[in-house]
């Protein structure tokens, strides 16, 4: 039996995730302090209800410590409101500290610039191998600096797999995505399968920010932005940072999917080994 609703109250509201709204919330039983994502399910087919469902089922097997703790789910069907259970991450999102430094003209230590590349990279080891979900990938689908999320100690947390979905899934989610798609990959854009190398060129495009604090592809329109992608022409990150996270940063934003690095590959790049501590 899960929890009920009025277990918990409301402290604030500190985000939109995929399709809801995140809120801070403490339990009353402990005062543990938690985050629920609301989903309203009213107007979604029935679809795209089956895809929430399956969202909720990723997150439930998904337990690993660089991907954010699914606890529960409450549906409130007086409501068609599903609220979704997790941890919550204290350092907020990468979103919110690149826009710190660009207010302050700070760049990111290249430290934590590889420890995130290497905790994303565990996350997406998971997400990517075939030891959950009967056996089927899952994809994120949509990695980008707002759902990167950093814990008490500092560590990454990959969230809101909302439009995750497992691959050979029926559920299709009708997306639209909001904002504009800095991050898509040629693939996607020239309307191939999304795959997991698809997650892998938006880690690029996510580290690429981290050091440069600004997307590699900009441009003021998508018909532009669409064009920039398939060049895969970028300017090198900052002179400060190594020929090393360059180097990673090419391999990532190469234009052929089937020539991109898997996660486990970048994982066991010696530059990687040599840059990160084995704590984690
Ligand atoms: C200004 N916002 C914040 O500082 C912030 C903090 C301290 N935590 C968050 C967000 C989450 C958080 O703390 N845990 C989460 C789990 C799932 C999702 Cl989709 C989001 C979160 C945010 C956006």
Known sequence: MGPKLEEFEI????????????????????????????????????????????EV??????????????????????????????????GGDLKRLISKCRQTSTFLEEGFIWRVLKQVCQALKVCHSRDLC???????RDIKPANVFLDAEGDVKLGDFGLARTLNSEA??????????YYMSPEVINGQEYNEKSDMWSLGCL???????????????????????????????????????????????????????????VLHHTALQARTSTKN
């Open 11 to 54: 402290l604030s509201t500190i985000g939109s995730g995929s399709h809801g709204t995140v809120r801070k919330i403490r339990r009353r039983l402990d005062n543990q302090i938690l985050v629920w994502k609301e989903l309203n399910y009213g107007s979604m087919s029935e679809t795209e209800k089956q895809g929430l469902v399956t």
């Open 207 to 265: 580290i690429y920010e981290l050091c440069a604090l600004h997307p590699p592809f900009q441009a003021t329109n998508h018909k532009q932005l669409s064009a920039k992608i398939r060049e895969a022409r970028y300017d090198r990150i900052p002179i400060q940072y190594s020929n090393e996270l360059q180097e990673i940063l090419s391999l990532l934003l190469t234009y052929e999917d089937f020539l991109r690095p898997t996660a486990l590959m």
């Open 134 to 140: 009967g056996g089927r990938i899952i994809l994120h």
């Open 172 to 181: 299709s989610f009708a997306t639209t995505f909001v904002g504009t798609p």
């Open 57 to 90: 089922n990723l997150l439930r097997e998904l337990r690993h410590p660089n991907v954010v703790k699914f606890l529960h789910h409450v549906v409130e069907r007086r409501t068609t409101t599903l609220y979704i259970l997790m941890e919550y991450c204290p």
